[in-house]
T-cell receptor, first 116, second 115 residues
Framework: DQQVKQNSPSLSVQEGRISILNCDYT??????FLWYKKYPAEGPTFLIS?????DKNEDGRFTVFLNKSAKHLSLHIVPSQPGDSAVYFC???????????????FGKGTKLSVKP | DGGITQSPKYLFRKEGQNVTLSCEQN?????MYWYRQDPGQGLRLIYY???????QKGDIAEGYSVSREKKESFPLTVTSAQKNPTAFYLC??????????????FGQGTRLTVV
C-alpha cells in the first residue's frame, strides 16, 4: 500500500497564476517531507523541504504547507513560470533514524505544465 | 565541483546478460541509494547502503546486486534474473540518514534498454 500519494498525475496552469501540488501520506511517523523537481531524462533535484514540527516553509516562489492532522502537504508555486514545467515528486522520511526508516519514500509524481 | 555521477547515460543490453551501472559521488556522503523509475510510477528503492561494506535490500531488490567497497562508489548490477530490466535508474546519496534535514542528491540517471 502506498504510504505517499500524489493523486493528481497532471496539472495545467497558466503562466503567472498559482500552481498547487498536493500530497497525502499515511504514516504518522514521517518526520520530514521534501519536494523534488524532475525534468525528462534527468535526475530529480531537491526543491524544498519541511520538518514535521513546522506547518509552513517558504523559499522564494515556493512554499510548502504541512497539515499533520490531515496528513497532507502541498507545494505552492507563485507566480508559475513556463520553466516550472516538470514532474514534481513528494517524498517523506520515517521518524526512526537508521535502517530503512531513514530512507525517503516517494509518491508517483505530478506532471506540471505551465502554459505561456 | 561536488556531485554524483552516473554512467553511462544510455545502456543497451541483450537479454540474458548481466550489466553494471556505475555511480560515484564526491560529496563525502555516507549513504547511497539506487532507485528505479518506470512510466507512471514513483521512484522505487532497489538497494541502499548507509555505510561502506554494508547494504540492504529495498522494495524491489530481486534480480539486482550491489557492492559498497568504497565510500564514493555504489555500483548496481542488473542480472539476467531481473524480469523487466528496461527502466530509468537513479542513484542518490545523502549524509547519514540519522541526521535531521537530510535530503538526497541524485545523479542524472541511466536509461537501460534490453534488446
Amino acid at each position: 500500500d502506498q504510504q505517499v500519494k500524489q493523486n493528481s498525475p497532471s496539472l495545467s496552469v497558466q503562466e503567472g497564476r498559482i500552481s498547487i501540488l498536493n500530497c497525502d501520506y499515511t504514516n504518522s511517523m514521517f518526520d520530514y517531507f521534501l519536494w523534488y523537481k524532475k525534468y525528462p531524462a534527468e535526475g530529480p533535484t531537491f526543491l524544498i523541504s519541511i520538518s514535521s514540527i513546522k506547518d509552513k516553509n517558504e523559499d522564494g516562489r515556493f512554499t510548502v504547507f504541512l497539515n499533520k492532522s490531515a496528513k497532507h502537504l502541498s507545494l505552492h508555486i507563485v507566480p508559475s513560470q513556463p520553466g516550472d514545467s516538470a514532474v514534481y515528486f513528494c517524498a517523506a522520511r520515517g521518524g526512526n533514524y537508521g535502517g530503512s526508516q531513514g530512507n525517503l519514500i516517494f509518491g508517483k509524481g505530478t506532471k506540471l505544465s505551465v502554459k505561456p | 565541483d561536488g556531485g554524483i555521477t552516473q554512467s553511462p547515460k544510455y545502456l543497451f543490453r541483450k537479454e540474458g546478460q548481466n550489466v553494471t551501472l556505475s555511480c560515484e559521488q564526491n560529496l563525502n556522503h555516507d549513504a547511497m541509494y539506487w532507485y528505479r523509475q518506470d512510466p507512471g510510477q514513483g521512484l522505487r528503492l532497489i538497494y541502499y547502503s548507509q555505510i561502506v561494506n554494508d547494504f540492504q535490500k529495498g522494495d524491489i531488490a530481486e534480480g539486482y546486486s550491489v557492492s559498497r567497497e568504497k565510500k564514493e562508489s555504489f555500483p548496481l548490477t542488473v542480472t539476467s534474473a531481473q524480469k523487466n530490466p528496461t527502466a530509468f535508474y537513479l542513484c542518490a546519496s545523502s549524509r547519514r540518514a540519522a541526521l535531521l534535514n537530510t535530503e538526497a542528491f541524485f545523479g542524472q540517471g541511466t536509461r537501460l534498454t534490453v534488446v
